[in-house]
């Protein structure tokens, strides 16, 4: 009897200790948490595009202006930060389905997931080959794609062909290899969920 006093004892101390143990699995609760509410917290776009390479996959709440939407559908619009080198697009996806032309010129605050798209040799090589066999999509006034697509990736804007605009991303990897061993761009975009204008 006295032996199975001090076992359920110790059973109910190991079980006292395994639940509130030394911390780590509520820790590691309270840190998801954390990290989640960071990543779902509100963010200018200038911090967020500072911080796009450690949020990929990952819900974000993001503010800028809106400053194009594609007029082919309505599936994606631009939003800007603090000027036109921080831009980053936004694909309206199932659940927005088109954005509205009167949200342009607004701040929206968007909530999606964001998302990476890398640009290496073997995208430039199709996206050549479409050229040639003409099966590329056509965007922009003269064909050659979307400005303001073109202004979120650091392109030269206008009447640019897409040869220039490959050779061009060619240089740009090129010189990223050099420097950081990459042989690939990263741009971000994000998916969207759902938006709201600020008034």
């Known amino acids: ?20 143990g030394n911390g780590t699995p509520n820790a590691g609760t309270a840190e998801t948490t954390e990290n989640q509410s960071v ?24 503010e800028g202006i809106c400053t ?8 994606k619009l631009f ?4 000027d036109d080198t921080k831009t980053i697009r936004v694909e309206a996806g199932e659940k927005i389905g088109k954005f509205p032309q009167d949200v342009v010129n607004n701040i929206l605050t968007i909530n999606g ?13 199709q996206w050549e080959e479409q050229v ?13 794609g979307c400005d303001s697509e073109q202004k979120a990736r650091g392109e030269a804007t206008g009447a640019v062909s897409a040869a220039d605009r490959i050779a061009a991303f ?4 090129a010189d990223r290899k050099a420097k950081d061993g ?8 994000i998916d969207g969920d759902s938006y709201t204008i600020n008034k």
């Open 1 to 20: 009897m006295k032996k199975h006093i001090l076992f359920s004892l110790a059973l109910a101390g190991a079980l006292t200790f395994a639940s509130c």
């Open 39 to 62: 990543a779902t917290k509100t963010m200018d776009l200038d911090s967020l595009l500072s911080v796009a390479e450690t949020l990929v996959d990952q819900p974000i709440v993001v």
């Open 68 to 75: 194009h939407i594609c007029s082919k559908g309505g599936g």
């Open 79 to 82: 939003l800007m930060g603090s």
């Open 113 to 125: 997931i964001l998302r990476e798209q890398r640009i290496d040799e073997a995208y430039l090589s």
């Open 132 to 144: 040639k066999t003409q099966t590329t999509e056509q965007h922009g006034a003269n064909g050659a």
């Open 170 to 173: 060619r240089q740009r990897i």
């Open 182 to 189: 990459k042989e690939y761009l990263s741009f971000y975009y």
